[in-house]
């Protein structure tokens, strides 16, 4: 099993930044890959960022953030990030941290969420 733990959630103005954390746990080896979600217009998540735990330089973005958040990894400490910056209305959300078994489409493992409310 593997757990995960969101931290960082925090209301902002719209235009400021925000860091998100995941503390990762449990058997850490199964997953190959970390990433960010937030619920996608009519049901279900909508992948926001991930990364590759072997390879950091691959990295997917949904084209909302891309050029504004930033993923990382720690990985002795395995620990996810999300670095968000020039924050917008259309953002704020519950940020949810996943992990997919290495070699499987879905991720399975799902943290409990972090809430970003951005105001204007």
């Not at 209305?89 to 399975?108: F, I, K």
Request: charged share 20%.
């Amino acid at each position: 099993q593997v757990q995960l733990l969101e931290s960082g959630g925090n209301s902002v103005q719209a235009g400021g930044s925000l860091k998100l954390s995941c503390t990762i746990s449990g058997s850490t080896w199964r997953a190959c890959d970390w990433g960010w979600f937030r619920p996608a217009p009519g049901e279900g998540r909508e992948l926001v960022s991930s990364i590759t735990r072997d390879d950091a330089a691959t990295k997917k973005y949904h084209e909302s953030v891309k050029g504004r958040f930033t993923v990382s990894q720690d990985l002795p400490s395995n620990i996810l990030f999300l670095e968000m910056t020039s924050l917008k209305s259309e953002d704020a959300a519950v940020y949810t941290c996943g992990a997919r078994r290495c070699g499987r489409v879905e991720y399975e493992w799902w943290g409990q969420g972090t809430q970003v409310t951005v105001s204007t």
